[in-house]
């Protein structure tokens, strides 16, 4: 009896644990627990310093009163890179009438500013069709300004030995107020759309 009472106690503990360390048993993954996170506790963007693929210096302050759909890339990748700027460039098409009111705007940050100079910036927005509006490619001009996007934005790149970085992608969702507020997939730019379409009147 002792016994049972023992196993069914560790049983319990071990559930509630479980439910604790997966938000409810909502997450398993690392991935979607940030995705829980930031849809129940907002995070403010740290106003960091960014160089635009035209040499501009801009912070996140100045792009404020709009919603950003951000995502992090390097231009050097031949893996979801090269399928995320013709994700940018499809979302330029879908939400072209809120980007033309400047109340929506596509940001790509390199975390790979060392290599990613505005003309290979320039560059990668020209390999995938960038339609001349509304979608900012750019770079940290700090290292500790790249640290804390990292932290906030939840963007794991880890060098990989030859030249590239191992990374996680997907397009984060900033509202006008500066607050990271979603992260969506990487490769549905609908959903995306839909999402900032469906706030844009509230």
Known sequence: ??????????????????????NGFSAFTTEAARRIDVREHPRAVPDVNLQTARGRHIDFK???????????????????????????ARLQDRLAAPIAHEKVALLSIS?????????????YQQRFGDRGAG???AR?????DLAALHRVFGVTAVPDGLG??????????????????????????R????????????
């Open 1 to 22: 009896m002792r016994s049972l009472l023992a196993s069914l106690l560790i049983f319990v503990a071990g559930v509630a644990m479980l439910s604790l360390a997966t």
């Open 135 to 137: 979608w900012l490619a």
């Open 140 to 144: 940290p001009v700090d290292a500790t």
């Open 62 to 88: 100045s792009l404020r009163g709009r919603w950003l759909l951000v995502d992090f890339i390097y231009t050097r990748c031949i893996a979801y890179c090269s399928v995320q700027g013709g994700v940018f």
């Open 111 to 123: 975390f790979d500013p060392e290599h990613d100079n505005p003309e290979r910036l320039a560059d």
């Open 191 to 202: 959903a995306a759309a839909r999402f900032v379409i469906a706030r844009l009147g509230s």
């Open 164 to 189: 590239g970085f191992v990374h996680n992608a997907a397009i984060a969702v900033v509202d006008p107020r500066g607050q990271l507020v979603a992260i969506m997939d990487w490769d549905d730019p």
